[in-house]
């Protein structure tokens, strides 16, 4: 698969990584490169087979080990409730949690970041002396395109 991606991107990732003094792979970089070519959330089984095309030695705890660092480091984001990946609007922004809009009809994922959203769950959630760790915000629909689509 021939990738045409945004050069800017993969530059500004690849001097975040050694501001951070952290190894980018090839592996890891190709992984980073798959989930941004694809416009809507990438299952890591579907890395898998992509990765294969220039890596046939790939197997699953390759794909899992490069999403695992891809995570740490802010670049993506796991979509729970579909068990699959995108890459982060602000890759270079520090740790946040996102709103993400999930279309039902074309699995094209929207990210959100809405700082008073989490900081109003974090309120609701200390009136019952509870302390959050992580947020998971997910919202599932239908996305722009496709209900015009459905308009026509
Ligand atoms: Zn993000
Ligand atoms: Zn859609």
């Known amino acids: 698969m021939v990738i045409n991606l945004d050069q800017t991107l993969l530059k500004q990732i690849e001097e975040i990584c050694v501001a951070r003094g952290v190894r980018l792979t090839p592996q890891r970089k190709r992984v ?27 197997k699953p705890p390759t794909v899992y080990r490069a999403l695992d660092f891809l995570l740490e480091q802010g670049f993506i984001h ?13 890759c270079n922004a520090h740790k946040h949690h996102s709103h993400l809009l999930i279309c039902d ?7 959100l970041q809405d700082d008073s ?9 200390e009136k019952h002396g509870f302390n959050i760790t992580n947020h998971v915000i997910e ?7 496709c209900s015009s689509e459905i308009e026509e």
């Open 32 to 58: 980073f490169e798959l989930i941004c070519a694809n416009k809507k959330a990438s299952s890591a089984y579907e890395l898998l087979e992509d990765l294969k095309e220039s890596e046939p030695q790939a």
């Open 139 to 145: 919202s599932h629909g239908i996305c722009q395109q």
């Open 105 to 111: 009809n074309c699995s094209n994922v929207i990210e």
């Open 78 to 90: 796991r979509v729970e409730s579909t068990n699959s990946y995108i890459s982060c609007c602000s």
């Open 117 to 125: 959203l989490v900081t109003l769950l974090t309120k609701n959630a």
